[in-house]
């Protein structure tokens, strides 16, 4: 092992694959992106859905697919909104993903939370707060109403260990919309689900020289009095 990484070097990267929230921290993509596994992964299997009706709806005609995503005449399309199609537009049922703004929160005076006065480097941290929301759109009142309660029980009951996982200070249902005609390529009706959470972000900036360093003494000028 110390062959490998002798003291003078860098030990190289043992992973496979490096998380990007831990690499880069909480981006708004990485939410959505996020949102949308969870989603894709509980209505792939229509053992996971509780409501007995919209159970049997995907027994019967399919549930969620990766190699169509809801793109066939059944099953159920997930997707950000911002990668709308003309092909999806008039799919339904569905369930659009879409963020709202993100808003800094500062933790200290500067952001500031520390830092090394031999390095000369400081730590920062502050919390971004934003929120997601989830359009759940159907045929029929009826149908728009039951994937909208299956959306919401499924992320408040597992909101305990997405924060868990995910290192959120907050992850919550805080608002389901009333429903609404929607007009589009076809008529129906929709939902909007609002998701909140919080995110911690913490840096360091580290000089390239020590402090010490821009400091230049010369003998011929504290002498020269």
Not at 60 to 84: A, C, H, V, Y
Not at 125 to 135: A, D
Not at 190 to 210: D, I, K, N, R
């Amino acid at each position: 092992m110390s062959e490998a990484c002798p003291p003078e070097g860098t030990p190289e990267p043992r992973l496979d694959r490096v998380s990007s929230v831990c690499s880069y921290g909480m981006r708004p993509h990485v939410v959505t992106g996020l949102l949308r596994q969870l989603l894709t992964a509980h209505f792939a299997d229509p053992d996971n859905i509780e409501e007995p009706k919209l159970r049997q709806k995907f027994l019967d005609n399919g549930p969620w697919k990766k190699d169509d995503n809801g793109l066939s005449d059944s099953g159920l399309l997930i997707e950000s909104i911002t990668r709308w199609t003309p092909n999806s537009a008039d799919k339904r049922p569905a369930i659009l993903i879409k963020r709202n703004g993100w808003k800094w929160l500062p933790l200290g005076i500067g952001d500031k939370a520390g830092g090394n006065i031999f390095e000369g480097s400081t730590a920062y941290t502050g919390l971004w707060e934003g929120s997601h929301v989830i359009y759940c759109l159907a045929l029929t009142g009826v149908e728009t109403e039951l994937l909208t309660m299956e959306v919401v029980k499924f992320l408040a009951h597992f909101a305990p260990w997405i924060r868990e996982q995910m290192n959120f200070k907050r992850f919550m249902i805080t608002e389901v919309g009333g429903i609404g005609e929607v007009q589009e390529a076809v008529q129906g009706y929709g939902v909007p689900v609002t998701v909140a959470y919080v995110a911690e972000e913490s840096w360091a900036l580290q000089p390239a020289a020590p402090r010490l360093k821009r400091i230049v003494l010369k003998a011929s000028e504290l002498f020269s009095c």
